[in-house]
Nanobody
Framework: QVQLVESGGGLVQAGGSLRLSCAAS????????MGWFRQAPGNKREFVAAINWSGGSTYYANSVKGRFTISRDNAKNTVALQMNSLKVEDTAVYYCAARRVGESLTAYEYDYWGQGTQVTVSS
């Protein structure tokens, strides 16, 4: 089992920045691929970013490419999402997810999920 706990969400004005963090426990973190997803009210959960076990490969949704950066620290068992130039449409609950075998851009392929953290971007 893997436990994931997100932090860092909040309220920010459009154009601002937030940094989300996800702390993992319960399994060798460096074996896990990690991802960030988000879900706005009435919408499906959508892919935001993913990173492979070493941090050497990263993937982004087109809507966040160039604004968001995913990174990981295997020594601290954490994965982060740096969000810059935030837009109102980035408002959502953001979820951290872990996958045992390889990175993925698809939510249902992830094995473990955090409880989510709210990000609200005001105009």
């Amino acid at each position: 089992q893997v436990q994931l706990v997100e932090s860092g969400g909040g309220l920010v004005q459009a154009g601002g920045s937030l940094r989300l963090s996800c702390a993992a426990s319960g399994r060798t973190f460096s074996n896990l691929a990690m991802g960030w997803f988000r879900q706005a009210p009435g919408n499906k959960r959508e892919f935001v970013a993913a990173i492979n076990w070493s941090g050497g490969s990263t993937y982004y949704a087109n809507s966040v490419k160039g604004r968001f950066t995913i990174s990981r620290d295997n020594a601290k068992n954490t994965v982060a999402l740096q969000m810059n130039s935030l837009k109102v449409e980035d408002t959502a609950v953001y979820y951290c997810a872990a996958r045992r075998v390889g990175e993925s851009l698809t939510a249902y392929e992830y094995d473990y999920w955090g409880q989510g953290t709210q990000v609200t971007v005001s105009s």
